[in-house]
């Protein structure tokens, strides 16, 4: 069950973050960036990176397919169930608690995906309470 007064703040902050970016946008008579294009910044920030909290990621391993030349790695389903659960984590302990969890395994490319679906996961839940447009 989710912690609403978690979830209800993590997005009210998420609104007033994007509130500001709107407007900074609008006074640099710049064409504005779609609203996802916006939200998406305006999380990064709010979730903060890496970087910003100094841990240190290892390399991931190369994904080999079956004819023996590397390419892109995919999420594993262990991988994928571990950011569902993570993604609960977000909405019952706020975000920055599954991004500590996340970013304990010390594999950039599984906090990265994490990052992905909790952006997508927020602006859908504002886009469901009417609060931003598509």
Do not use: C, W
């Amino acid at each position: 069950m989710e912690n609403a007064d978690t979830l209800e703040s993590e997005i009210s902050a998420l609104e007033a973050k994007l509130a500001a970016k709107r407007a900074e946008a609008g006074g640099q008579n710049s064409e504005a960036l779609p609203t996802k294009e916006h939200f998406d910044e305006v999380f990064k920030e709010h979730a903060g990176s890496a970087e910003q909290v100094g841990v240190s990621f290892t390399a991931p391993a190369a994904n080999t397919n079956a004819g023996g030349q590397t390419g892109p790695r995919a999420v594993t389903p262990a991988e994928t169930q571990k950011i569902n659960d993570l993604i609960t984590v977000s909405f019952t302990k706020g975000i920055q608690a599954a991004i500590k969890e996340a970013q304990r395994t010390g594999d950039a490319f599984f906090v990265d995906q994490l990052h992905d679906r909790l952006a997508d996961e927020y602006y859908e839940r504002l886009i469901a309470a009417r609060k931003l447009g598509n």
